[in-house]
């Protein structure tokens, strides 16, 4: 490291906040630490469109990232990207992410890669990239030590600085104040603020000993369909063992499924549980069902307690716990079966269900669904995905097309009265069912130049036909 360098990395260090003071602190090797982290850490600059009501605007941004394996897998913080990439809030009409259009890797050198997306985890928010085959290993990838960490254990932090500076990171110290059990286990320091997200975290002898993410914590009475939320939640360190499970099976839609039941739930208050005479320590309220879901396959109903899994009682009085038994039927994956111990409510008596669930693949979100973007029409049709069809109460098997995602305003389709949102289920009285027959209908009326294209539409739950004139030159 250069004398410049050097200069201000001292600079930073007498600058950062240091949240604990160690008897030893004279004794920690701070350029050692930094340099074993420098190596591994990268900046993350992505850009992707947010696409919202059939409109799209262009989002960037630029995160800190960790090099964790020689195959060039890096991780990196994705809370932006993670919106609407859930089956719970995928449905027209929702903020939606789209996949980064582009990933660009900067590693300590100043070297950047373009590097291909992968997928982002929609509990803790950490988000994967590779890198192409050709550099993998130009970025050294950390060594993480499984070492349990202790209360009150003095511990090295590090965080991003803007754009423009060097180096790239600062450090502190600071110290363990906690060590949560429930919902999962995570290490607290008290201090720690989401700028810290996905950045490494070392004992002071220079041990790789976690990373920092948000903790999940479900918000409000009420839980999305199968999805784990975020609110104003605190970050923490997620252990190793946790990170490493999550590391060997990496959230890409390709190559894994997850799990779905198909509920709505929400955690079985202890008074809920009194004014019904069940005497459990905790459990899970199904607020609803999904028509057509393995929940409703299995004859659960809206109101039912589960109180049991797998002969085991859930311990579940706070929707903040809720995100453990989201996670099992996420990672379980299709074909899983989930025994379930269910106490069902009514005006006569209580009646105890044993029930079996078995799981299938989570319906594919909008953000996965295939699509066609039409330059003639200026419009983006895409597949209707299980969303739509729960958001509109509509029956898939009696309402069969392809949606208008987005839609460019002045386009032959705008101008002419073609919304986003609509269910377009004929194209020139011709059946439409999947991108693949809208896109091929489009393309002959290229070829023919057409003077109109005549749309029919499910529209506020009737049928309505709009007439699309075209200017061909």
Known sequence: MNRLVCFILAIFLLAAPSFSKSD???????????????????????????????????????????????QGTIIFDGASLSVGSHFGAAAFGAPRV?????????????????????????????????LPD????????VEFSRKELEL????????????????????GESVITNILSKPEKYYLTGELTPDFAMTPVLTESGDFIGIITTITRSGGRSVPFDAGESFGTPVGIMPVKRFEELLAKPPSPDEFKRGWMGIALQALDPEVAAFWNVDVPGGIIVSDVIPHSPAEKADLEPGDFIIGLDGNPIDISDDGDLSVFQKSISELGAGGTMNLMVVRPGEARVDTLSVVVTLEDM????????????????????????????????DPDEIKGIIVDKQEPGGWASVDGLRAGDIILKINDRKV?????????????????????????????????????????
Request: proline share 4%; hydrophobic share 40%.
């Open 363 to 394: 319906p594919v979100s909008a953000g996965d669904a295939p699509r066609h973007e039409d330059k003639n029409f200026d419009m983006t049709i895409r597949d209707l995905v299980f969303a739509d069809y729960n958001a509109r109460n509509l």
């Open 152 to 171: 009150g254990q003095e511990i090295i932090v590090f965080w991003m600085l803007p754009k423009g500076f060097e180096p790239r990171f600062q450090m």
């Open 24 to 70: 030893k602190g004279d004794n920690v090797d701070h350029m050692k630490l930094y340099k074993a982290v420098d190596r591994v850490m990268v900046t993350v600059e992505y850009k992707a469109e947010m696409t919202f009501m059939g409109r799209s605007d262009d989002i960037e941004g630029r995160v800190a990232g960790i090099s964790v394996e020689p």
């Open 98 to 130: 789209e996949k980064p259009k582009s990933l660009k890797v900067t590693d300590s050198k100043g070297n950047t890669y373009d590097a291909e997306y992968i997928g982002v985890d929609q509990f803790s928010s950490i988000a994967f990239c590779r």
């Open 433 to 473: 069912e999947s991108v693949d027959e809208g896109k091929a209908i489009l393309a002959e009326i290229e070829k023919d130049k057409k003077r109109e294209a005549v749309f029919m539409v499910w529209r506020f739950n009737k049928t309505q036909f709009v007439n699309v004139k075209t200017h061909w030159e």
């Open 134 to 141: 050709s550099v993998k290993k130009e970025i050294p990838a």
